[in-house]
T-cell receptor, first 111, second 116 residues
């Protein structure tokens, strides 16, 4: 069946450090891929998405590239800020058009 | 409103009681989803509506859980005879259409349910 695996957290970084959160998926075909973010006390928000292989999604300095060969969609940011502290969820949209989520990765950025 | 609206935002109920959770999707969105977020279980899909029908209810954990949607808009998730393991955040989400790959799904802030 379809599934998403993402690196376990928490990930703790200093401000301005480089961020990578790994995400790999198992699916039939080529699903659309998403990163959602949940800030403390808030709901889930779409961060970025990619709908086909080699697409790069980007938003707020975050990027992720849809890699068909490695079935991956790793999230990266060149210089994190304290305000990026949140839980990040990788997800795929299955053939029934629902989202299948990874377990989430908590990011803590220290000043 | 501009976003997905859920009520109540917090609910504490006694074990064995029934609860109803309400969701108002974004106006014009035909697809509506319910998810559950609990510690140790991550985000679990419960049910998906396209219009008023539910083509995928594969995630409902037991027959104590049911959901309906009326007028292609408001949805209610009902949990009967609540158990402590039902304690979680219940998230509602909507999208323009459930038939487009890559469609953005927008989430509400959730209803926190605590069963004591």
């Amino acid at each position: 069946g379809n599934s998403v695996t993402q690196m376990e957290g928490p990930v703790t970084l200093s401000e301005e450090a480089f961020l990578t959160i790994n995400c790999t998926y198992t699916a039939t075909g080529y699903p659309s891929l998403f990163w959602y973010v949940q800030y403390p006390g808030e709901g889930l928000q779409l961060l970025l998405k990619a709908t086909k292989a080699d697409d790069k999604g980007s938003n707020k300095g975050f990027e992720a590239t849809y890699r068909k060969e490695t079935t991956s969609f790793h999230l990266e940011k060149g210089s994190v800020q304290v305000s990026d502290s949140a839980v990040y969820f990788c997800a795929l949209m299955d053939s029934s058009y629902k989202l299948i989520f990874g377990s989430g990765t908590r990011l803590l950025v220290r000043p | 409103g501009a976003g997905v609206s859920q009520s109540p935002s917090n609910k504490v109920t006694e074990k064995g009681k029934d609860v109803e959770l309400r969701c108002d999707p974004i106006s014009g969105h035909t697809a509506l989803y319910w998810y559950r977020q609990s510690l140790g279980q991550g985000l679990e899909f419960l049910i998906y509506f396209q219009g008023n029908s539910a083509p995928d209810k594969s995630g409902l954990p037991s027959d104590r859980f049911s959901a309906e949607r009326t007028g292609g808009s408001v949805s209610t998730l009902t949990i009967q005879r609540t158990q402590q393991e039902d304690s979680a955040v219940y998230l509602c989400a909507s999208s323009l259409s459930g038939h487009l790959s890559g469609n953005t799904i927008y989430f509400g802030e959730g209803s926190w349910l605590t069963v004591v």
